[in-house]
Every structure is written in C-alpha cells, then in structure tokens.
C-alpha cells in the first residue's frame, strides 16, 4: 500500500491565508447587509448564480442575523416558516428554497421601483463621504448643459474650495436673511453644526430656460425638496461597500477621530433613508457614476 505524501508546509500556508481572506469579506459582506449599502436580493442573487463565491458560502443564519432588525429570536421563526435548515448556506438553497426566501425579502425589504413621469430638477444626495461633492464637480466640467446648483453655507471654506463656484459661504446673519426673504429652496443644519441651504432663483431661471438643474444636497434637504416639488427626480448616492465609505472619510484628513465617529453614525441613519429616493447609483467610480446621473437627467428630461 502507498505511503501517504505530507502536505507542502506552503500548501498549507496559503490554504490557511485564503481561509482567512474568505472570512474577512464575508465580514465585511455582513457590514455592508447591515448598512444597507448592498441589497440582501442581490447577495442571494450571487450566491445563486455562484455557489463558490463570497456570498455563496454565507451561512443563512449569518444572513439573516446581517439584516437590520433581526435578532436570534426572530431568525430562528424566519427560517421555520421558510423550511430552511440552520446549516445551510446560500449558495446551497434548493430552488423552492431559494423562491421563498427571495418572497420574504421583497416583501420585507422592498427594491426601489423608479417613478415615471418626467422631471428636469434632479437631486443628488447620499452618507457622508460617498463623494457627491466629486460626482457633481465631474459633471460640471463634463457636462456643461446641466446647471449645477451653487448652495450656501455657514461653513468655512476648504482647503481649494472657492466661493460662487463650489458654495457660497455666508455667515449666520446673511442666512438669516435668506431663510427670512424666502430665498431658499430647502436648507437644513448639517452634523450638528453648520447651515446649508439652495438659493431658489438660480434654479427657477434655469429651469425657465430649458436648462435640466441638478442639486447635490443632503438627506434633509433632498426631503425638503420632495415635499416643495414632488415631481423632483431624487437619487441616492452609494459606497460600494461600507469599508470604502470609512477609507474616504479617514483619508479625506479633514476631521478628527471623534467627528469621524459622528459622521459615520450618521451615515448609518442616512443609509437606512436610501428607499426613499428614486434611483440609487454606486459610487465606485467617479466617472461612471457622474455618466449614470447624466443618463438619468437625459432620461428625466424626455
């Protein structure tokens, strides 16, 4: 009978790294289920069409326990009432399984169905650090059709910023005055401390010339303008993970550990808004996704 060979120490090696690069992005799967910047659909979707891969090899109870407001408790119930054993993993459902579970999650976490009818004031609004500023400045330089609107803020400047063409920065009285004479199209206080707002009459000449008017604003202002013009194309902007958001934020350099904590607080909250918006783009790269916009203000304008 033939002696058994030992396994190379280097074969066991990189088994053992790509062991743990496997449990990393399963974390940091679980990260993005959680913050809601990836679809719990189009997790099962890829677990489905490649067993192997990331999501594929999630265990369903992971899966469950990753999605907001899921306990032990309720997961347990969950997968009862779907005949789904603990043990499995995504990418092993049966197809009556995987038709169950898909039903569940549509029902409890609906998928954004765009809104017909036509619109040419758009609006841009995402977490902090997911790079609107930097989708809207592509466009403006790319896309010199689209009116870009200039917001007002009690913030100081930063660093290359110039006023009348990324913001125009005012103090608290000037502000003031704006809100007081109606000056505003929406206005908001932003992280607990400074005031942004959108002057109306740029906007309302634009769009008397024909122009499609694109606004980069935040969650509180992009309901602002939900409510004052309801036909207002809203889209949100997205990390494509939730790890990448917190890289842009640390490197952006320009806030400190606790600012840093705050925001990232508060993008978890402006995540869980996304549903309320139109359309959602991915933000994993900055031309792409400044093209996407266009394509929907060419789409909204029609």
Same mark, same amino acid.
């Given at each position: ?6 396994v190379p120490e280097v074969d066991r090696a990189a088994a053992a790294r790509k062991a743990v690069e496997r449990r990393r992005a399963r974390a940091a799967l679980k990260r993005d289920? %959680? ?15 490649? $067993?192997?891969?990331? @999501?594929?090899?999630?265990? =369903? ?8 407001? #899921? ?6 119930? =969950?997968?009862?009432?779907?005949? =789904? ?5 995504? /990418?092993?459902? /049966? ?16 998928? #954004? ?16 650090a997911v790079g609107k500023g930097t989708v809207a400045a592509h466009i403006r330089e790319h896309n010199p059709e689209i009116h870009l609107s200039v917001s007002a803020t009690t913030r100081a400047p930063?660093?290359?910023? #110039? ?48 122009? %499609?008017?694109?606004? @980069?604003?935040?969650?509180? /202002? ?12 809203? =889209?949100?902007?997205? $990390? $494509? %993970? ?11 350099? %320009? ?39 266009? @394509? ?7």
């Amino acid at each position: 009978m033939a002696e058994a060979r030992p396994v190379p120490e280097v074969d066991r090696a990189a088994a053992a790294r790509k062991a743990v690069e496997r449990r990393r992005a399963r974390a940091a799967l679980k990260r993005d289920l %959680t913050m809601r910047v990836t679809t719990p659909q189009s997790v099962l979707a890829r677990a489905s069409a490649d $067993p192997d891969s990331v @999501e594929g090899s999630m265990r =369903i109870t992971d899966f469950l326990l990753a999605l907001p407001a #899921i306990g032990a408790s309720k997961r347990d119930r =969950i997968l009862a009432d779907l005949g =789904i054993s603990p043990v499995k993993r995504l /990418g092993g459902l /049966g197809v009556r399984q995987r038709v169950s579970l898909s039903r569940w999650l549509d029902e409890r976490f609906p998928v #954004i169905v765009p809104r017909g009818g036509r619109s040419r004031l758009l609006v841009l609004a995402g977490p902090t650090a997911v790079g609107k500023g930097t989708v809207a400045a592509h466009i403006r330089e790319h896309n010199p059709e689209i009116h870009l609107s200039v917001s007002a803020t009690t913030r100081a400047p930063r660093p290359g910023e #110039i006023d009348g063409v990324h913001y125009y920065f005012v103090d608290d009285a000037e502000f003031d005055r704006l809100i007081d004479a109606g000056e505003l199209l929406e206005y908001a206080v932003v992280h607990n401390r400074s005031r942004y707002g959108t002057p109306r009459a740029p906007i309302d000449a634009a769009l008397a010339a024909g122009k %499609t008017v694109l606004l @980069e604003i935040d969650l509180q /202002g992009a309901r602002q303008v939900r409510k004052a013009e309801p036909s207002a194309t809203l =889209i949100f902007l997205l $990390p $494509p %993970t939730w790890d990448e958001l917190v890289h842009r934020l640390v490197g952006r350099g %320009t806030e400190g550990p606790e600012e840093r904590a705050r925001r990232l607080r508060t993008a978890k909250v402006e995540l869980a808004a996304q549903n309320e918006f139109d359309h959602l783009v991915v933000n994993e790269d900055v031309a792409a996704a400044a093209a996407e916009v266009v @394509e929907l203000s060419s789409s909204s304008a029609r």
